[in-house]
C-alpha cells in the first residue's frame, strides 16, 4: 500500500466558542448517534460550524459486507425502534442544525429495507421544524422501487444514494447484493416519483480504477439526473479492509470536478477528504441557487 500524502492531514475542529462545540454538548445531551463523530469524519468541524449534521437510524449493524465498511455486520439485526422517528425528530429540533442528513445501514432483513422507517422520520421532522432541509442517504433499498416510492414522496430535499465506484469494481468493493446498474436505476427513479427531486450520489476514489472509468462513471451518472456528486478518497479503516491502491492526487480532484461540471452537474465537491456528506447544507442552496440563475437566463 502506497505511504500516506501530507495533503491528507485537517486542522483540528475545536474551540470553545465555535459552533461545533455548541453542537457537541448538545448531541450529547440529547442521545443522538451521528456519523460524524462514530466514523471520526475528518471534516466534522468544517459541517458542524456550517449547520450540517448526519445522523444514524435502524441501528447500528448492517446486513451487507462491503470490503471498504467497517460498520457491524449480522444477517439478523435488532429490530428497528418504532419509537425513532419521533425521539430522532425531536432530539434533531433540539440541536439546533439548519441541515440535517439522516442515514442508515442497510436492512435487507425488513420487508420494505427500512424505507417507511426514514418516511416517518422525515414527516415527524418536518412537522416539529418546517424550516428544517432534509437529506436522506439510503440504501438502494435492493432496488424495490416501490420503497424508493415511499421515501421519494416524503417530503425529504434531497435524495441520496452513493454509487461508490466504478462498474468494473463494483463485485470488489460492494456486497453482491448491491450492483452498479441498481444503484442508477434507484436514482433516476427517485425523480420520476417526485419530478424535481434533487438526487445525489458519491463516489471512493483510489481502488484501483482508471481516469477514464471515473469519466464515463460521471457521464452515466448525469445521464440518470444526478444533480450533486461527492468524490472523495478512499481510506482504509482497518488492516482487515481492502487496501488502498492509489492516493489521488487534489490536482486530479480538481480535473474531475471541472470534468463534472462540463456535463451538466449542478454542483460537485471534490477532494481527498470529501465525503459523500460533507457541507452537505451548502451544496444543497449552491445546488438551488445555480438552478435558480439557469431558469432566469
Same mark, same amino acid.
Given at each position: 500500500?502506497? $505511504? !500516506? $500524502?501530507?495533503?491528507?492531514?485537517? $486542522?483540528?475542529?475545536?474551540?470553545?466558542?465555535?459552533?461545533?462545540?455548541?453542537?457537541? =454538548?448538545?448531541?450529547?445531551?440529547?442521545?443522538?448517534?451521528?456519523?460524524?463523530?462514530?466514523?471520526?469524519?475528518?471534516?466534522?468541524?468544517?459541517?458542524?460550524?456550517?449547520?450540517?449534521?448526519?445522523?444514524?437510524? +435502524?441501528?447500528?449493524?448492517? /446486513?451487507?459486507?462491503?470490503?471498504?465498511?467497517?460498520?457491524?455486520?449480522?444477517?439478523?439485526? %435488532?429490530?428497528?425502534?418504532?419509537?425513532? $422517528?419521533?425521539?430522532?425528530?425531536?432530539?434533531?429540533?433540539?440541536?439546533?442544525?439548519?441541515?440535517?442528513?439522516?442515514?442508515?445501514?442497510?436492512?435487507?432483513?425488513?420487508?420494505?429495507?427500512?424505507?417507511?422507517?426514514?418516511? !416517518?422520520?422525515?414527516?415527524?421532522?418536518?412537522?416539529?421544524?418546517?424550516?428544517?432541509? &432534509?437529506?436522506?442517504?439510503?440504501?438502494?433499498?435492493?432496488?424495490?422501487?416501490?420503497?424508493?416510492?415511499?421515501?421519494? /414522496?416524503?417530503?425529504?430535499?434531497?435524495?441520496?444514494?452513493?454509487?461508490? /465506484?466504478?462498474? !468494473?469494481?463494483?463485485?470488489?468493493? !460492494?456486497?453482491?447484493?448491491?450492483?452498479?446498474?441498481?444503484?442508477?436505476?434507484?436514482?433516476?427513479?427517485?425523480?420520476?416519483?417526485?419530478?424535481?427531486?434533487?438526487?445525489?450520489?458519491?463516489?471512493?476514489?483510489?481502488?484501483?480504477?482508471?481516469?477514464?472509468?471515473?469519466?464515463?462513471?460521471?457521464?452515466?451518472?448525469?445521464?440518470?439526473?444526478?444533480?450533486? *456528486? /461527492?468524490?472523495?478518497?478512499? *481510506?482504509?479503516?482497518?488492516?482487515?479492509? *481492502?487496501?488502498?491502491?492509489?492516493? &489521488?492526487?487534489?490536482?486530479?480532484?480538481?480535473?474531475? =470536478?471541472?470534468?463534472?461540471?462540463?456535463?451538466?452537474?449542478?454542483?460537485?465537491? %471534490?477532494?481527498? +477528504?470529501?465525503?459523500?456528506?460533507?457541507?452537505?447544507?451548502?451544496?444543497? *442552496?449552491?445546488?438551488?441557487?445555480?438552478?435558480?440563475? =439557469?431558469?432566469?437566463?
Amino acid at each position: 500500500m502506497p $505511504p !500516506r $500524502p501530507n495533503w491528507l492531514h485537517v $486542522p483540528a475542529p475545536g474551540g470553545g466558542r465555535t459552533r461545533f462545540e455548541e453542537l457537541r =454538548k448538545t448531541i450529547h445531551s440529547v442521545d443522538l448517534h451521528t456519523v460524524c463523530e462514530e466514523a471520526q469524519c475528518p471534516n466534522i468541524g468544517e459541517c458542524w460550524n456550517g449547520g450540517t449534521g448526519t445522523i444514524m437510524v +435502524l441501528g447500528d449493524t448492517c /446486513t451487507r459486507g462491503c470490503t471498504f465498511c467497517a460498520v457491524n455486520t449480522a444477517s439478523t439485526p %435488532a429490530p428497528p425502534d418504532e419509537d425513532e $422517528p419521533m425521539n430522532v425528530a425531536r432530539a434533531v429540533a433540539q440541536w439546533g442544525v439548519d441541515y440535517v442528513v439522516v442515514t442508515s445501514v442497510d436492512r435487507d432483513d425488513l420487508p420494505d429495507g427500512g424505507a417507511d422507517h426514514f418516511r !416517518r422520520t422525515v414527516q415527524m421532522m418536518k412537522t416539529i421544524k418546517p424550516e428544517l432541509l &432534509v437529506e436522506c442517504l439510503v440504501s438502494d433499498f435492493r432496488g424495490d422501487l416501490r420503497a424508493v416510492e415511499a421515501l421519494a /414522496t416524503s417530503g425529504l430535499d434531497v435524495y441520496a444514494h452513493n454509487v461508490e /465506484t466504478v462498474e !468494473r469494481l463494483q463485485p470488489h468493493v !460492494r456486497d453482491r447484493r448491491a450492483n452498479y446498474r441498481q444503484s442508477l436505476d434507484v436514482l433516476e427513479h427517485a425523480k420520476v416519483a417526485k419530478p424535481g427531486l434533487i438526487t445525489k450520489s458519491s463516489i471512493m476514489l483510489g481502488f484501483g480504477e482508471t481516469q477514464e472509468e471515473v469519466r464515463q462513471t460521471m457521464r452515466q451518472m448525469r445521464d440518470s439526473g444526478i444533480d450533486i *456528486l /461527492t468524490l472523495g478518497q478512499y *481510506l482504509r479503516p482497518t488492516e482487515r479492509h *481492502l487496501s488502498v491502491v492509489e492516493y &489521488v492526487s487534489p490536482a486530479q480532484f480538481d480535473e474531475y =470536478k471541472e470534468y463534472g461540471l462540463s456535463l451538466g452537474f449542478d454542483f460537485i465537491a %471534490a477532494g481527498p +477528504l470529501v465525503r459523500s456528506s460533507y457541507r452537505a447544507g451548502e451544496l444543497y *442552496l449552491e445546488n438551488k441557487l445555480s438552478k435558480m440563475k =439557469k431558469e432566469q437566463k
